[in-house]
Structure formats: C-alpha cells, structure tokens
C-alpha cells in the first residue's frame, strides 16, 4: 500500500509539473507570437516574395550567375573552337578574343592554341591541346581548371554515345585494404562488381555533392542554362543506368561500413565516377542544417535576455515553480521549432529519422549554449555576439571532421557524419550514434545546469562583467568537496570539444611546431576545467582560503577528472569498436585516454591530475594573479608529462 | 586669468568645430571598445581566418600531390592490360609504376607498404576492368586515390584516343596538367568575401541593438532636452559603424598579403566594403526605426540581409563575385558599374533612412 501510494505521489508530482512546463511553454509562445506581431511577419513575407521573384526573374531570363567564382578565369580562345562550348559549360571560365599580347599584359589568363598528335616516343597516347598560361600562380590555376572543365565536359559527352564500350573502355573497381597489419594478403572484394541498381539514386546524389568545388558550380550552372544535359543529370551515372549496354555500376559491395560512408563517393564504375574521400557534400549539409538553427537561437537569446532586462522573471521566479520547470518550458517551444525545422530540411535532402535524431543534439547545443549566454549577456550588444560566437564556434567544431575524412574515426565525432552515412544508406550502430552525439548531449546538460544554477534573482537582474558571472554560475553549483570533482567530471565533454578545436586550428602549423603547442594547449585547457570552479568557490568564500582545504579540493578535481577520462576509456573498451578507432587516432595527437595495461601507466595520470590540480589549486587560494601563475605552473607540469609520454610511446 | 581666457577661448573653437553626430559617433566606437565586444569579434573573425586557413592548406595538400614536395607513389601493375596501364602511369610524374607477375606477390608488397597501390588488370569484352588498391584509414589515401584516378582516366582517354573511329564525339584533346593548384580560387572567391563581408554583418548588428536599447530604454525621451535630433543620432550611429567595417577588411587583406595571397585593388575593394556596409546599416536603422521592439528589428534584419546577400548573388556582379573579381584582378567594365551600382545604393540608402529618421517621432518609438 505504501508503495503503491508514494508510486501515484510521485506520479501525481511528475504529471503537476509536466503541466507547469507546458504552461510556461504556452505563455512563452503567445509572447514571441505577439511580438513578431502580424506586420512583422507581412514585411518578412513582402521580402521574401519581393528577392524571390527578382531571383527568379534572373534565373528565367539567364542573368543570374550564383557562383562565386563566375567569370575569374579568362580563356582566350576563337570564335569557332569547340572548346567554346566547355568554357560556357564552366562557371569559372569566360571566353575572350585570343591575343598574344593580352596574355603578356595579364587581361586573359589562358590562351588556347593547337592540337599535337601522340607521337611514337615517350609521351602522352593520346592528342594533347596546346594552351599557354599566364605567368604566375593564377595563370596555372587557371590551366587546371580549363583542364578539369574539358574533362568534365568529355564525361558529360561520352554518356550521350551510343557505343558504350568505346565510350567507357575502362571500369575501375576502388577498394580499401589496411597496410601492415595481420590479415588476408589477398583483396577481400576483388572483381565484385554486382548490385547495379541497388542505392545508385543515393550515389548520383552524393557525386555530384563530393566534386570538387570547381566542378560543382560548373555542373550548377551547365543544370541551369543547357538544357539538353541537364535532363541527363549532372553525373553519368543517372544515363548509364538507364542504357542496357552501360557499364556496370557497383555500389562497391565490400569495404567497411566506414570506408563507405566517410570515403563518399562511388568505389566502382568509370575512372571518372571514382571519387577520392571529399567531405564537400558534408560541408554542404552542415551549412543546410546549421542555418536555420541561428534564427532559433537568436529568438530564444532575447527572450531570455528580454526577462531579465525588464525584470519580468521577476514574476516567474515568486511562483510557485521550480527553476528547471521555468527554464525546461522555456526552451520547450524553441526546441520544438528546431527539431521541426530539421526534420522539414531532413526530408528536403533525402534523410530520416536518423539525421533529425544527429542534428536534434547538435541544435540542442545550440539553446544550451545560448541560454548560458543569455544569462550571462549585460545588453543586447553583448548577446548579439555570444551568439554570433556560439554560431562560428559550434560550426566550426561539426566542420572540422568533415576534413578528417582520410583519418576516418575522426569524422564520426561530427553528428554530421551520421547525416552523411544514412544519405548513402547505410545503417549505423548504436555505438557510432552515441560516440558522436553523446558529447553533444552531455554538454547540452552541462550547460543548462550551469544556466540554471544563475537563474535567481540575485544574479538575473544585476549587471556584472560576463567573467563574474561565470564564476557565479560555477560557484552556483558547488557544495562540497565531493562537488568539485563531480563538476570537473562533468566538464569533460565540454574539454574534449576545446581539445579538438585546437587540433584543428593548429594543424595549419608545421608539425614540430604544432605537436608541442598542442600539448601545452591541451594541457592548459585540462588544467582550466580542473581549477576555474575551485577559483570560483574560493572567491565567493564558499571555502576557507587555507593551504590543506585548497589541496583537498585539488585532489578531488584531479581524482573526478581521472575517474571521468577513465570513465569514457571504460565506454570505449565495452564493445563500441569504432570508438578504438578514435582512441587510436586522438592518441599520437597527446590527448592520452589510452587505456593501459600496466599499473603504472593507470596510476601516471591519477598522480598527474591530482598534483597539477593541487598546484593551481593552491594559487586559486589568493587572487587571480596568483591563480595565473600556478596554472601556468600546472600546464607546464602537465605538458612535460605528456611530452614525456609522447617521446617514450610515441 | 590668462589661462582661463586661454581655455575659454579653446572651448569656443572646439564648440564652433564640434558637430553632435561626431560626439555620437566617437562615444558609439569607444563603447564599443568599453564593452570589449568589438575584441570578441575581432577574435571570432581571427579563429574564422584561421579555419579557413586550415581548410585551403589542408585541401590542397590533402588533394593535390604537386604541392606536397618530392611525394612519389609508388603502383604495382598486374594482370593482362599491364602494358597499357603503365604507358598512362608514365603520363603521371608523381607516380612511379612496376610490373609485377603475380598478384599475390603485388599484394604481398602492399601489404608490406613496399608500394602505395594496386592495380589489378583484367581484360573483358573489349573493356579493361581494374581493381584499385588503396591504403585504408591512412593519411596518403586521399593522395593515392586522386593521382591513381588521374592515372586511370589517362588510360581511359588513351583507349578512347584508339577507338576514336567508334564514337560519333570524339572527346576533346586535353591540355596538359600543369600541377596548377585547384584550390587557388579558393581563397578568393570563398574565403576573402566571407572575411570582407562578415564586419558587414556585424556593423548592421550592432546599429540595430544600439538603436533598439536606446528606444527601449527610453533614452531617446531625453532628446526633447537635448540640442541634437534623431537624425544626428542615426548620422553618429551609422558613421561610426560604416567606418569600421571597410577597416576590418583592409586588415584581412593586409594579412592575407602576408601569407602570401596577392590581393589586387584594395582601394576599389575598400569602396565596394563601405558601400555595402553602408546598405546594411541603413537597412539596420530602417528596421529598428520601424519594428515594434528588438526581437522584430532582429529579426528583420537578419531576414533582410540573408535576402540581400542572397538576391544580389542571384544577380550579375553579386557582392561576392564583384568582391572575388577584384581581388584576383579579373575585371570587367561590368565590375566596375556593381561596385558603381553599390556605392550608389549605399548612398540612397542612407538618404533615405535620414528622411525616414526625420519624420519619426522618437517619443513613439
């Protein structure tokens, strides 16, 4: 009886306050509709209607050039040369008069001249066209696109043949084996060139997404101004199903799972239908899914900040309701639209119900890290750049992978990735999912708490510099010894997304630069996340400022972020065997989650993070110069051993 | 005595010179520098430089093995067609191909790493099938896959070449690959608009929250009492944010000249940034000026510049295009009637607001 009395209690509690949120949700939704009153919206629509009918009007009448790069690379070439016709094919490219002296005084860039037949000897089998280019790093820029825009024009000719053998006289099957490593020293997929139709539709897309860029825009425009290729579509692929006698079109049947989501592209058909590993239809998808998600924050931002500017909160936070109610039906109703808006562009591009479920963590982020801005934000000057902040930042952090592409675990860190494999049709396992989404969820979590913590009278309507208020909501979270290193524990995700970002803004350095620099970047930021709240506990006074309470509290942050680290290797080694993969891969980069087999390598860390922790702890004791300087002392502990870690395993 | 009439003196020439839409302007900028907001978005365009820094090295030493010094790949051909796929690797100088007899033996030394690739010949049905090998996971794949392409595509174009009497096109000849870098175009028509045109962006965001604090704050009351008008303010407000944009970009400039990218007209460049900026901010005041409160000026405003920025690439000479085109110093006289048809706009524009500014009531807003 008791039990089943406390069950409907708690059942009655949960359904009380699920309906509080739901009538904050409500409210919040009649207040943003109210504000973008209908005139708002007429003006929004007017414009629409107003650029899309000029943009249409362009695209029907032939003037509308919507790539970049139009018309930079200027070919001089007579009037009656076929190659006229590649030149109107490519974006990039313009016809000019072909005058000698024009390419001496820099006004064309190429010029076209005769056809040399294949000689006897040593040199090409085939006629070679004679150009010469300007002087200069733009002039043999320019050779290779006018190179690369005959190639695809012939590609583009070729499917039209009739005699597909001639036209096609080589099928190229790609595959991917591991070098020096213990396994079949015979190719696992050799000469399988079966499954012709299945997922081809999904291919085409993709190749025309994966082409280089020059090529892309090329195919763009040939789409918008020629119409006899267009019906064709802009891969050979989409003609050569269709003809009975077309080479046969795989859709690579072996290859791992990874191999072939990340390595995009087609592994079979024509040379010209392989693809090497090119994120650019990644790239593309993250701007798709991305955009959108920067209206939603930026509504949201303001109507947190809105709260607190004119102190309406003040109304919210006497009821009775508690914080994360408020907060939770707050965000309800963004939320919504992003996962509504995800799921309409998930469909517009051809995916599921797994693409909405990878970018629904991302915009997720996206809220989590708006709302701490918000919180944080004096005036509206100062929200508008968090979010532009938040925007390039999370941008960048679902980018980055998409470039590791060849160093394949790294691309699943992106939830991207995941958008990505399941346009190609491919199934993905569990384990994939939450390795790349799990930080995303994690941080979101994190994030809302810290945000939570800070929404409370006292820190809503005061104006305090952003770094005060980052200490508050740390400082808002911490009640023990036990805290701290539950915080540190729970800054993990938000260390590795800052760990990877180096990585990849240090990658342009060469590499005896950047191997060292990361090492004391990511050294830096795991002492940061291991002593930013012990400084923060100590300048509230939440602990007493003496030496022995400031190396408890060190030891605690280095043990939680020890347990932490430990905890993910744990994950790791429980049947998730693409995350391996990752771990191998962070591993040379000195991010060190390796899971050791020896005592002493276990314990290295353990005693690493609680005496650099201790170290920046005891600075964090007195002001913030001195917490400077011993967490300057503590990185360089920090580095020297992951230094020493990487020259001895390394 | 002397040193007071000295600086009463000094004040009345200060006053005579002293206009209030400057005193506006001035304070807008040192704000801005108070706030430290305009360091953030110094730092956001800093890490945006270097990411796209890191895209074009990457690519291009990723995709194009000419750039990368001395890379050779080493190919091991076999099977029937060995003839035919070595005389198009000789076409390729970064690849180096060897005969071997056997596959396995070809594969053995894959295997080892000894060689880069594989190419298995078969011949079937007038056709050669190859099955290429490449490196899994590692960093030369995307290396080895393009080049080895390139070294098949010049066997197709060699076959296509013999059999030339069986098509009704013919392909057209190619002309020799150079090893000109793919990605040159890049840097100018990808990366330098977007470094140009993101203090754009940022100019109007902020014209838009300085004007929606002040009329939600109330402190455009105050104007009854003061000696200046809404059109001062919007002159001060506007001045002050259209002269830090084209500053910006002429920085980004100077650093990209740094790293080696030649930028072509910079004055030109500059005037184009300037009249943009001019067209976003007086979109920016006109919307803040209009809108009932701030989420719908930003709203507006964000709308408004994705459609212009969008609309005008649409268009013949989009800010874009025209910005790429001077940069890589490949210009017509149609580039120089957009950066023309923009400064005009800008000014319009501008004109326009003032007028609109004239007529509003700054109590109502």
Redo the contacts between chains.
Sequence with gaps: MSRGDRLRTRLTTIGRRLRRIGRIARWEIGQSTNSYNRRTLAVVAVLVVLVGSVGASAVALGVASPAPNTDIYRVGVAADSPYNAVIEDNAALTARTPSRSALATGEIDLLVGGVRQPTAGPGPRSPTLLVEAADGEKGAAALTAFRSAVQSYNDRAMALEANQTAAYPVIVELQYLPQSTLGPAAPTNAGNLTDGTDGSEGDADEDTDTEPDANDTANGTSGSSDGDTAGSGDSTAGTDDADGDAPPVADGGGGSLLDRALFGGGTSGSPAEIQPPFPFGSLLLAFLFLVPMNFVIQSYGSSVLNERISRRGELLLVAPVERLDIVAGKTLPYAAIAVAVTAVIAAAVGGGLLSVAAVVPIALTFLAATFLGAMFARSFKELTFVTITITVFLTSYVFIPSIFTNVTPIALISPLTLVVMELQGEAVSLGSYLFSTGPFYTSTAVLFLLGTGVYREEDMFSQKPVPLKFLDALDARLSGVRSVGVLTALFLPLVFIAELLAIAVLFVLPIEVSIPLLLVVIAAVEEVAKSIHIFAGFESDRFDRSASTALVLGAASGVGFFVAEKFTVVAQLVGLPDLQLGQAALQPAGIGITPSTTLLLLAGPLVLHTVTAGVSALGARKRLRWYLVSLVAATAIHAAYNLGVVTLYG | MADRDLRDRWHAIADRFSDPRLTIAGREIRVLGR?K?IL??VV?QL??A??A???V???VS??DPGSVEGYQIDAAVTGDATNEML??I??RPAIDGTRYETT?EA??D????AVNTVF?T?RS???????????????E??LV??EG?EA????????????AG????P????????????????T???LL?LLVFLPVF?SG??TV??L??ES?QGTLELLRVAPVTMVDIVDGKSAAMIAIAPIQAVAWLGLLSLNGV?VANVAPLAVLVAAVTAIVVALGVAVSLL??????S???F???VL??F??A????G?P??TA??LA???T?PLTWLSVLVYVVVGVGAIAAVRRLAEQINPNDL
Excluded: C, H
Excluded at chain 2, 110 to 113: E, K, L, M, P, V
Excluded at chain 2, 313 to 316: A, D, R, S, V, Y
């Design positions: 706030e907001t953030l978005a956001i890490f945006v270097a990411f820094g890191f895209l090295v990457g690519l990723l995709y005389a198009a000789e076409d396995s594969y053995a894959f295997q080892d790493g298995q078969t049905d007038g056709r050669i099938e190859v099955v290429m090998t490449a490196p899994d996971g590692s960093i794949t995307t896959v393009s392409q098949l595509r010049a066997l197709e174009r060699n076959l296509r070449a013999e059999r069986s098509l009704a096109n392909p057209l000849p190619l002309p020799p690959d150079t090893g000109g870098n793919p990605y040159y175009d890049f100018y028509t990808i608009p940022i965001s902020i929250d300085s929606t604090a939600e030649a809108a009932p409160d701030r989420r719908s930003q709203l507006l964000s709308v408004g459609l212009f969008g609309g690439t649409l268009l013949p989009g874009a295009n790429a085109r890589i110093d490949s017509t």
